[in-house]
């Protein structure tokens, strides 16, 4: 009888004949914090429902907003990075920005529920700039760092004369009351944003024109509240809650508190980011960073090390400023933009100038823009005098930025194409500076069938893992070891016989059994029959349409 090896818990006691150390697999972009209990791992999965979930008239959408939905903006992954850009307006009055709040200021709202209520720029505004979707991804653990923390890197003045003056953007939450200790921002262009329900509360109202309990006062297009109150069909605040008492911004909030880091692959080591020091980028861009140990946190946010680079401090970037002053955030001011998932980023830079093309020209096009004044202006400078060497070690580093072990083509997808790059790799001595190390997971320094082993835990769209020779090995990595032929590769060894697409428990049919196991694995890839890489609805079309013996 063949033996199919469908979980982890399945897949992990085989890792024991290769070695006794086990290696914590990086999860994808996009995946929920390690370690969440049950039911902070259902709030994570409901609240990603809301944050994919376009809201209409009815519930609340508009008058004037940006996008319909939390998605529109960030969806590379699912929480992070977006492509979609806002303006944001003012005046100049002899050289200072001056906000225009009676005109509506300083966001432009693009959209609008009908014609007659849809923003215009203002002939006023002398002052424009343009942003691209930002994302710090993990906010949980962003938010879990102590301001202490934050505050200590801090130089306003430049006193060690290094030419990086970052100073803290405090900022009251939305949710706290006046009087209140101020928080050091963190989230936003401007580190405006201290936590994650404000950050939910405000772009609720600002970009989808949903007032809740934090902003209930609607956004009246272009200041005028006669246009406000013909177009605001539904009474504020819209935003209220669900049969758990949950209201819209708490349920998004859970989504993105519980959103976990994006990987690095390879996780240390690259001479590249000994370059990327060494131009000085570490100044701004800092690497680690270990949240609060505080009692009052979830346990899966307390005392963690995430790799960000980031110090969430304003700097001056002189030209590269947008002239827009936001709270105490001056004209030339931004807060360190997060790097991590960067390789996936594509605009880059908050004007979204550095964009398409290669990963290489626009990191290029990017740093450069860092001068040549302003707090970047050396590093830019320093970038550009690198050798040639130097600067492909440096890209190479940024380029592991939210890569995916094992994911050798950067498609996002570890499938068996990237089998086949690992498994020509066995054997083969290796070290962090090498495209082979991608798969080196234990980073041991060689490319063995212990990295085989955990690459059956992640791979993607290949259904149930078998042991079709009943040697306790999954198949694969029988084939990656070269003890089982697979002359074809398409990673079933050539003397297996063909499986039974949904027998999940190998019994040669088809049946309740089956379907169990399938729904126990609903939403991972654990039951996946059609390769997409997620069990659903139609891979139980796939088990029924084969649904009895299959002998």
Not at 239 to 252: A, M
Request: with cysteine; hydrophobic share 40%; proline share 5%.
């Amino acid at each position: 009888m063949k033996h199919i090896c469908l979980t982890i818990a399945c897949v992990l006691p085989l890792i024991s004949t290769f070695t006794s150390a086990q290696v914590t697999l990086q999860p994808k972009a996009g995946a929920p914090l390690a370690g969440l209990t049950l039911t902070q791992y259902e709030a994570f999965t409901i609240g990603a429902l809301s944050y994919q979930t376009p809201l209409t008239i009815a519930t609340g959408l508009g008058p004037a907003f940006n996008k319909g939905g939390c998605m529109s903006c960030h969806a590379n992954p699912l929480g992070g990075w977006g492509a979609i850009a806002v303006t944001r307006f003012g005046m100049d009055e002899k050289g200072e920005f001056i906000d225009i709040p009676e005109l509506g200021g300083s966001l432009l709202q693009a959209e609008a529920i009908s014609q007659a209520c849809r923003e215009v720029l203002p002939p006023e505004a002398s002052v424009t700039a343009t942003r691209i979707t930002n994302s710090s991804m993990a906010f949980g653990m962003i938010e879990a760092i102590s301001d202490a923390n934050i505050s200590a890197n801090a130089d306003p003045s430049d006193d060690n004369v290094d030419g990086i003056s970052g100073r803290v953007h405090w900022v009251l939450p939305l949710e706290d009351t006046a009087g209140s200790p101020l928080r050091a921002g963190r989230f936003g262009w401007k580190a405006q944003v201290a936590t994650v329900l404000t950050f939910s509360g405000d772009a609720s109202l600002n970009e989808m024109g949903l007032t809740n309990r934090l902003v209930p006062t609607e956004n009246a297009p272009n200041g005028n509240a006669v246009l406000l109150s013909q177009c605001d069909t539904v009474a504020d605040p819209e935003d209220g809650p669900d049969d758990s008492g949950k209201h819209f911004i708490d349920r998004v909030t859970d989504f993105q508190r519980f959103l976990g880091p994006p990987p690095q692959t390879p996780k240390t080591g690259m001479a590249g980011e000994v370059v990327f020091n060494a131009a000085g980028c570490a100044s701004c861009h800092i690497a680690s960073w270990t949240t609060s140990k505080s009692k009052s946190l979830e346990v899966a946010l307390r005392g963690k090390t995430i790799r960000p680079y980031c110090d969430f401090l304003l700097h001056d970037m002189g030209t590269l400023g947008d002239g827009i002053q936001q709270g105490d955030a001056t004209e030339q001011e931004f807060r360190t933009p997060t790097l991590w998932n960067l390789r996936s980023r594509d605009p880059m830079l908050h004007n979204g100038t550095a964009a398409g093309g290669l990963f290489a020209d626009r990191v290029a096009l990017a740093i450069n823009a860092h001068g040549p004044f302003g707090e970047g202006a050396a590093s830019a400078a320093a970038f550009e005098a690198l050798s040639t060497g130097d600067r492909a070690a440096m890209i190479a580093f940024l380029d592991s930025l939210g890569r995916a072990e094992f994911d050798y083509d950067g498609d996002g997808v570890r499938d068996l194409e990237d089998f086949t790059i690992l498994r020509g790799y066995a054997g083969v001595a290796t070290n962090p500076n090498l495209p082979s190390a991608i798969g080196d997971v234990d980073q041991n320094g060689v490319i063995n069938a212990v990295d085989a082993t955990y690459f059956v835990q992640v791979i993607e769209g290949f259904g149930p893992m078998r042991d079709c020779n009943n040697n306790g090995i999954a198949d694969l990595v029988d084939i990656f070891s070269a003890t089982m032929p697979d002359a074809d590769g398409d990673g079933q060894g050539d003397n297996c016989p063909a499986p039974c697409v949904g027998d999940f428990n190998a019994d040669g049919v088809v049946d309740a059994a089956d379907l169990a196991t399938l729904l126990n694995a609903w939403g991972t890839a654990g039951g996946d029959l059609n390769a997409d890489a997620t069990t659903d609805a139609a891979d139980i079309a796939v088990l029924l349409n084969g649904w009895g013996s299959c002998r």
